[in-house]
């Protein structure tokens, strides 16, 4: 993948903090990476910044576009849901 362009965003009362990994500039919402293959990982800290509403979800999205070796342009988006509870245990009895 070529001319990498990496947004995340989370739902209301989640911000997304910090980019972790090695790939070239970066700002608060934008990780930019020239050239990345499959064997590279990137991750990000989650901060609350507000109260979140127990036994409901809270969502994280990223969406990354780039360039095929062929010069094709793609966009992929991942969506994930996490759980909120009061409780790091109910998180753990739930998740067999």
Same mark, same amino acid.
């Given at each position: 993948?070529?001319?990498? $362009?990496?947004? +995340?965003? %989370?739902? @209301?009362?989640?911000?997304?903090? =910090?980019?972790?990994?090695?790939?070239?500039?970066?700002?608060?919402?934008?990780?930019?990476?020239?050239?990345?293959? $499959?064997?590279? +990982?990137? %991750?990000? @800290?989650?901060?609350?910044?507000? =109260?979140?509403?127990?036994?409901?979800?809270?969502?994280?999205?990223?969406?990354?576009?780039?360039?095929?070796?062929?010069?094709?342009?793609?966009?992929?988006?991942?969506?994930?849901?996490?759980?909120?509870?009061?409780?790091?245990?109910?998180?753990?009895?739930?998740?067999?």
């Amino acid at each position: 993948m070529y001319d990498v $362009s990496i947004r +995340t965003r %989370g739902s @209301l009362g989640l911000e997304i903090t =910090r980019y972790l990994g090695g790939f070239g500039d970066s700002s608060e919402t934008v990780i930019h990476i020239p050239c990345m293959n $499959s064997d590279q +990982t990137i %991750g990000f @800290l989650a901060k609350q910044k507000s =109260r979140l509403e127990i036994n409901n979800f809270a969502y994280i999205q990223l969406a990354i576009l780039y360039t095929t070796v062929t010069g094709e342009e793609r966009t992929r988006v991942f969506n994930y849901a996490f759980g909120v509870t009061n409780s790091l245990s109910n998180t753990l009895i739930n998740d067999r």
